[in-house]
């Protein structure tokens, strides 16, 4: 939720999991096929009652890069703009080459730290492009990998930090807001140790009701297999069905750590969770999380062992998973912003608007909202008005553009807000768009030369 006292929003870069040594918990035996060195695997069939949202099992041919209608990579040392080394300390130089990343053509990614003659370290990190990861309205989030930590151990291991994780979807673009957005650690692994860790970020830096750095996790130990010997299935299951929400992470099926709601502040909890989050897997070398369990990479560590992933899959189980039928909006009815099929980027609060209810806020620049079949019908719409708000800062502003059918579509029409004399004080503004008829998805994005917050939404219509 907004600080409807005006103030900004805390900036912090990004410092992963420097984790303080955690008991590890033992697992009850597991059977067999939990943990098998199959070099390839598909991905099981959706439960009962799931959907499958997202999908790659990584068949492609030997040497060739990931698919990129799915993943994007990050390279360099850090996002621009963002903290130096990815804000966690770590040495390695992050490509796009096949030498760091690739498909190994039996059904699996490899993920491959490389060290040069001089001493260079080289390694990959990709995200999905996809930041809507969230679970419905009352239901469950599934978001499941099956991997291969590298297989390396010992001395010669000194510094590999594998990991599968997620990361806020207002963090992509901005870098400065972690850890109050949100970060899921769903497998994260050092120093070539039969040890997996899993843990939630949020709050303030340092300390905070979240301790960080270090988060909120658990560790425990992988069966029948080492971590580094075979593959295993580490998942998150994000569920909001139950009475106070939780997030669960697994190992090979058996529930190891949880993180419910009520172990922080409702605004704590609604700042990391009330927006869509993308998936990330990379292998780092170095940085705060290897230091805290010996450190490295030193002359000893062996380069050229990879993470292996046989597939990344998300699903969605309850709430409002069936999209709504197309042209179930009525474009010249008045749309409210809270009732959104997709978000990035924003959080919902109480209106003192005239008729109650709740607006949406925390809006800057690339946050965006998504609105299903939106039917315009056979005469024309030109016009466009929204019902905003702003206690932005002075010189702070931005534009609210109408788009159809796709965020990467020219807008149709926008109109420009700053402050309004209150994150609660509303009025209508009205803007021309380009002719519409028929069904379309609608998106809202918001577009501001600053980073700060500068709009509030209680609810838009079109007419003609």
Not at 113 to 127: C, F, K, L, Q, V
Not at 277 to 305: C, E, S, W
Not at 344 to 366: H, I, R, W
């Amino acid at each position: 939720m907004r600080d409807t006292s005006g103030r900004p929003r805390a900036r912090r870069p990004l410092r992963r999991a420097v984790v303080a040594v955690v008991s590890a918990l033992g697992l009850a035996a597991v059977a067999a096929t939990a943990a098998t060195p199959s070099a390839s695997a598909s991905a099981p069939p959706p439960p009962s009652g799931w959907t499958q949202v997202f999908l790659d099992d990584f068949n492609g041919p030997a040497g060739s890069g990931v698919n990129t209608s799915d993943w994007q990579y990050a390279t360099g040392k850090g996002y621009p703009g963002g903290p130096a080394n990815w804000g966690t300390g770590e040495i390695e130089t992050m490509t796009s080459s096949t030498d760091n990343v690739s498909l190994d053509g039996n059904g699996n990614l490899r993920i491959t730290p490389r060290r040069d003659g001089a001493g260079n370290w080289t390694s990959g990190r990709i995200e999905t492009n996809r930041t809507d990861f969230q679970p419905p309205a009352g239901g469950k989030l599934r978001v499941e990998s099956r991997i291969q930590v590298p297989n390396v151990t010992g001395a010669a291991a000194k510094g590999y930090w594998p990991a599968f994780w997620m990361l806020g979807a207002p963090y992509r673009g901005n870098y400065w807001n972690w850890p109050g957005v949100g970060e899921l650690d769903i497998m994260e692994n050092t120093q070539g140790q039969n040890t997996v860790f899993a843990t939630m970020h949020c709050g303030t830096s340092p300390g905070g009701p979240c301790n960080e750095t270090s988060g909120i996790g658990s560790s425990t130990t992988c069966q029948g297999t080492t971590c580094q010997a075979g593959f295993h299935t580490y998942r998150m299951e994000w569920d909001r069905s139950t009475s106070v929400e939780e997030i669960r992470f697994y190992l090979d099926g058996v529930n190891f750590h949880t993180v419910r709601a009520n172990q922080v502040d409702a605004t704590t909890w609604r700042n990391a969770t009330d927006h869509g989050f993308f998936i990330i897997l990379n292998v780092a070398m170095g940085g705060g999380f290897p230091d805290a369990f010996g450190g490295g990479p030193d002359a000893g560590t062996q380069p050229g062992h990879p993470m292996v992933v046989d597939y990344v899959q998300v699903l969605s189980s309850g709430g409002g998973t069936t999209p709504p039928p197309t042209g179930n909006r009525d474009a010249y009815s008045t749309i409210q912003a809270e009732s959104y099929d997709g978000q990035s980027g924003v959080s919902t609060e109480t209106t003192s608007d005239s008729g109650g209810g709740q607006n949406v806020g925390s809006l800057a620049n690339g946050d965006w909202l998504h609105f299903k079949g939106v039917n315009f019908g056979s005469t024309a719409a030109r016009q466009f008005s929204a019902r905003v708000a702003s206690g932005a800062a002075g010189g702070v502003s931005g534009l609210v553009e109408v788009r159809l059918d796709s965020r990467s579509n020219a807008p149709v029409g926008s109109f420009a807000v700053g402050n309004t004399g209150g994150w609660q004080s509303w009025r209508t503004v009205p803007a021309n768009i380009a002719s519409v008829t028929g069904t379309h998805d609608v998106y809202l994005t918001f577009t501001s030369g600053q980073p700060a917050d500068f709009v509030n939404v209680n609810w838009f219509t079109f007419g003609h």
